[in-house]
T-cell receptor, first 115, second 114 residues
Framework: NAGVTQTPKFRVLKTGQSMTLLCAQD?????MYWYRQDPGMGLRLIHY???????AKGEVPDGYNVSRLKKQNFLLGLESAAPSQTSVYFC??????????????FGAGTRLSVL | AQSVAQPEDQVNVAEGNPLTVKCTYS??????LFWYVQYPNRGLQFLLK??????LVKGSYGFEAEFNKSQTSFHLKKPSALVSDSALYFC????????????FGSGTRLQVQP
């Protein structure tokens, strides 16, 4: 039971470098989300997708881009990393309809440090 | 805009004692409320939810939560705490728009002492 898989688990970047975080889910979920978790602030929504080929901004989208070319994958990109993007990033997914549509399933997270 | 408040950064309880982790919320429409738990170096795990129906919701691992509309609260409870319950607990409210994203509280660390 893979569920939601995030790669990589850890990464250290220098300011200005770029990288892509990959999220893959094997539950055939329609909805996918990227959150960031910072100490004392809970999780904040960066971007989300309600289906293959569609993406939209969340509360803190600046400095990030996303793509959902395949239903099972949701990519988060940092074009030019900044120290303020040091955080733990979580991907989540959920069904689009049915009784379970309200439950989000989370990956184990990616810990990113930007120096 | 919706919001969630968890007034306690940390809750300490002795094993075998009852525990309560507090949560209050603010939404413009009907609340969709959730509790998630996070163990060290892990993602969040769903514990329970309130959508409609009974005010007392039962969830995983013996946890339950009481929805109180007049006090806009959704406190997490367990009759008898275990050391293994020690973790970070998040209360969340789902937004009423098509995106169904969650707004999280800041989290409460539960420490259960043997």
């Amino acid at each position: 039971n893979a569920g939601v898989t995030q790669t990589p688990k850890f990464r250290v970047l220098k300011t200005g470098q770029s990288m892509t975080l990959l999220c893959a889910q094997d539950m055939n979920h329609e909805y996918m989300y990227w959150y960031r978790q910072d100490p004392g602030m809970g999780l904040r929504l960066i971007h989300y997708s309600v289906g293959e080929g569609t993406t939209a901004k969340g509360e803190v989208p600046d400095g990030y881009n996303v793509s959902r070319l395949k239903k099972q994958n949701f990519l988060l990109g940092l074009e030019s990393a900044a120290p303020s993007q040091t955080s733990v990033y979580f991907c989540a997914s959920s069904y689009g309809q049915g009784k379970a549509k309200n439950i989000q399933y989370f990956g184990a997270g990616t810990r990113l440090s930007v120096l | 805009a919706q919001s969630v408040a968890q007034p306690e950064d940390q809750v300490n309880v002795a094993e075998g004692n009852p525990l309560t982790v507090k949560c209050t919320y603010s939404v413009s429409g009907n609340p969709y409320l959730f509790w998630y738990v996070q163990y060290p170096n892990r993602g969040l795990q769903f514990l329970l939810k309130y959508i409609t129906g009974d005010n007392l919701v039962k969830g995983s691992y013996g946890f339950e939560a009481e929805f109180n509309k007049s006090q806009t609260s959704f406190h997490l409870k367990k009759p008898s705490a275990l050391v293994s319950d020690s973790a970070l607990y998040f209360c969340a409210v789902r937004d009423d728009t098509g995106r169904r994203a969650l707004t999280f509280g800041s989290g409460t660390r539960l420490q259960v002492q043997p």
